[in-house]
């Protein structure tokens, strides 16, 4: 087991290594900068706006794009002033040398300063962290909570009434976008039309560090109640399906049979036998559901709610060219993604001892 987490662990560097390069090589390609932006500010123009070019050509490189001098933005602007703007955002290097430069921070995970905020970028996705693992954990745990035993009640009445409109139920949340679910929330239970139950905004109130640990544990639950829900109306659906098929594929086999034919009563033989080889794979795929739950599909979520997320901060520096943010997002997300399959992997080993990680190939 060793040698295969040496191996898995080896693999990652040149995985990280191409993320960032072909992400490094795309940027190139994209219209806008922090130079351009600031360009723009100054000349008045609109700075969400692409550039405008009046022809010539314009030369990639780093986090950016650096444009020549008929660039509109630069006209009527000190020469010197723009030189010294590039240097200031580590334009002036050639792309080799930035990205290269780059790397060798983020192996010490040196992620630099927001080109915007003027703060270390690990200090604002620290600042983040909270509002996501919030909602990834909870939506996780309630989707696993839910779908486990539904599941295993549809696999012992397949086919029964119960199963069919179970499963028309879970289909019908599946299908029903969560930003669609959480503006009905905010209208039924957030002082629209109907009732004023829940919080409009935020993870937190604003007395919350005036509240005894009891009313503050009850402030953060009634904060995120709303954005849970929304976000774990289609997430259980996969994880009931994939319960039900498994436990139906194992009451299937064989040994099941000789169970029961040894007396054994029915709950016996659910929990004793068949559940541990059912819910392998069930489990084995908890922590990749959680990583999938905190760093994907919550912005809309976060922006109906206004909680200030990974999800939203991405956004925001991916629209603002805020490369330091951008790439320290992406370089630690991919690592986490790449470490948590590796987890994935030895939960297997874990629920089942059985499977040798040893004389598989990599």
């Not at 000190?78 to 192996?107: C, I, S, T």
């Not at 503050?216 to 009634?222: E, N, S």
Request: aromatic residues 14%.
């Amino acid at each position: 087991m060793l040698a295969y987490i040496t191996r898995r662990v080896l693999l990652m560097i040149p995985t990280i290594f191409g993320i960032l390069l072909i992400s490094f090589v795309i940027v190139q390609f994209a219209p806008g900068g922090p130079v351009e932006r600031i360009l723009a500010q100054l000349q008045g123009l609109n700075t969400n706006a692409t550039a405008s070019f009046t022809g010539g050509s314009e030369s990639h490189v780093g986090g950016g794009t650096e444009y020549s001098s008929r660039y509109r933005g630069g006209e009527g602007l000190d020469p010197k002033f723009v030189a010294e703007l590039k240097k200031q955002f580590g334009f002036d290097k050639p792309p080799l040398e930035r990205f290269l430069l780059m790397v060798k921070n983020y192996l010490r995970f040196d992620f630099g300063k927001s080109y915007y905020r003027d703060v270390p970028v690990l200090q604002l996705i620290g600042e983040k962290l909270p509002v996501s693992i919030s909602l990834g954990l909870w939506m996780t745990l309630l989707s696993y909570l839910i779908s486990i035993p539904l599941g295993i009640s549809k696999a012992v009445r397949d086919g029964s009434r119960f199963d069919i409109w179970t499963s028309a139920v879970v289909i019908v949340g599946y299908a029903i976008p969560s930003f669609l679910f959480a503006i009905l929330l905010i209208v039924l239970f957030c002082g629209g039309s109907f009732w004023q139950i829940f919080p409009l905004r935020g993870l937190t109130s604003e007395n919350f560090s005036s509240l005894p640990l009891a009313g503050k544990i009850l402030d953060y639950l009634w904060h995120v109640t709303l954005p849970v829900l929304s976000l774990t109306l289609g997430a259980f659906a996969t994880i009931t399906f994939l319960t039900k098929n498994s436990f139906l594929d194992e009451i299937r086999k064989q040994y099941v049979q000789t169970a029961r034919m040894k007396g054994l009563t029915e709950r016996k033989v659910l929990y004793g036998h068949v559940f541990r080889n059912a819910m392998m794979i069930v489990v084995a795929g908890f922590p990749g559901a959680f990583v999938n739950a905190f760093l994907g599909g919550s912005l809309l979520i976060e922006t109906i709610f206004s909680l200030d997320g990974l999800g939203l901060l991405s956004y925001d520096s991916i629209i603002d060219r805020d490369y330091p943010v951008v790439f320290a997002n992406l370089y630690i997300f991919a690592l986490i993604g790449l470490f948590v399959n590796l987890l994935s992997d030895l939960t297997y080993t874990w629920i089942d001892p059985r499977i040798d990680f040893e004389t598989r190939e990599v």
